[in-house]
Nanobody, 124 residues
Framework: QVQLVESGGGLVQAGGSLRLSCAAS????????MGWFRQVLGKEREFVAG????????YYGDTVKGRFIVSRDNSKNTMYLQMNNLKPEDTAMYYC?????????????????WGQGTQVTVSS
């Protein structure tokens, strides 16, 4: 089993930045593709960003392109999400996820394990 723990969420003003981290522990011997998703109560989980094991292929949701940057440090079993120029509509619970494949996916159902989430709130 792999456990994921997100951190770095909080309250920020519009235009500000936050950096989320996702630390993996447990049976991390595999080489998982990883992703970030977000969800607002009552809405479907939305793809934010994904990164392959190698870091070669990176994907972003349309609403965050040009503002968010995903990265990973496999030596630390940690993935990051640098969020810049935050907007009130970025307010959500942010989740990281991993899957038993080198390749990330934009589809949440293709992920095998999830963190508990970290709340990001952007005030106007």
């Amino acid at each position: 089993q792999v456990q994921l723990v997100e951190s770095g969420g909080g309250l920020v003003q519009a235009g500000g930045s936050l950096r989320l981290s996702c630390a993996a522990s447990g049976r991390t011997g595999s080489r998982p593709g990883m992703g970030w998703f977000r969800q607002v109560l009552g809405k479907e989980r939305e793809f934010v960003a994904g990164i392959d094991w190698s870091g070669t292929n990176i994907y972003y949701g349309d609403t965050v392109k040009g503002r968010f940057i995903v990265s990973r440090d496999n030596s630390k079993n940690t993935m990051y999400l640098q969020m810049n120029n935050l907007k009130p509509e970025d307010t959500a619970m942010y989740y990281c996820a991993g899957r038993a494949s080198f390749i990330a996916s934009v589809i949440p159902q293709r992920y095998d394990y999830w963190g508990q989430g970290t709340q990001v709130t952007v005030s106007s």
